[in-house]
């Protein structure tokens, strides 16, 4: 590969991962997966991140960290600086983006429905404590992940690997920090957050009570926060996805 061709490579995956920071995929003190698997995930050279993660960090994006507990971790939230990349990014892949998140929210509807149909009390009880957990998690990184806690204690109540699988490797075409969802920008964060307490309510009682359809009509809604987010940031940067 030529040294232009290395360089719009490294350029590209700094702008995937400026996107993962605008988007609220990787937020401030999130470490971000290792550069081996992203790697994969992006389909380059472990190099190639190297670079960009290089460049990050001089920007103050970025921070690395040596030893137990090291890795490479989100400073920032996203410089008005970034907003051309977040753009490029967002809108060369929105066909693919709206086309995976109607898959993604399909499966979940599904897997909502097999979990309230094959709900346990045992069941019922985890899921009403990790709902508990995210009502209690302070806002931001730490809300982030114990939603992706409750929704995996729903996805394992439905019994079935097949499509967890799906699942999983769908959502991290849209997102790095998968399972993690979105979670947007600062500014938007508390309005979103108190919708999705709302709605986490909603489908945790439909699914300990056995209430099949319903629990997969919310399941479906509900992950469709994270178009809207993906949305919200590509007009930030003063583009208009296309619908």
């Known amino acids: 590969m030529s040294d232009r061709a ?17 988007v609220g995929e990787s937020l401030p003190g999130a470490n971000l997966p290792p550069e081996r698997e992203l790697a994969g995930l992006l389909g380059v050279a472990r190099v190639t991140v190297r670079s960009a993660i ?10 690395t960290r040596r030893g137990r507990g090291g890795g490479t971790f989100v400073r ?8 051309d990349a977040v753009g490029r990014v ?19 509807g599904a897997l909502a429905t097999a979990a309230a149909e094959r709900v346990t009390p045992e069941d019922a009880a985890l899921i009403r404590a990790r709902l508990e957990v995210f ?6 990184l730490e809300k982030q992940q114990a939603d ?24 991290a075409q849209i997102s790095i920090a998968a399972p993690a969802h979105l979670w947007g920008t600062a500014e ?27 629990a997969g009509v919310i399941a479906r809604q509900h992950v469709g926060i994270d178009v809207e987010l993906l949305e919200r940031a590509v007009r930030r940067t003063g583009q208009v996805p296309r619908h």
């Open 6 to 22: 290395t360089e719009t490579r490294v350029d590209e995956v700094e702008d995937r991962l400026v996107t993962a920071v605008a």
């Open 54 to 63: 290089a460049r990050l960090v001089e920007r103050g994006l970025l921070e």
């Open 76 to 83: 920032t939230e996203w410089p008005d600086s970034s907003s």
């Open 90 to 108: 967002l809108l060369a892949r929105w066909e693919a983006i709206q086309d995976t998140a109607d898959a993604i929210a399909l499966l979940h």
């Open 135 to 140: 009502r209690d998690a302070t806002s931001g």
């Open 148 to 171: 992706a806690v409750l929704h995996r204690t729903i996805i394992d109540a439905a019994r079935n690997d097949a499509l967890r699988t799906a699942l999983a490797g769908l959502e």
């Open 188 to 214: 938007g964060m508390a309005e979103m957050e108190t919708r999705a307490l709302h709605e986490h309510e909603r489908l945790v009682d439909a699914v300990c009570s056995g209430r099949a359809p319903e």
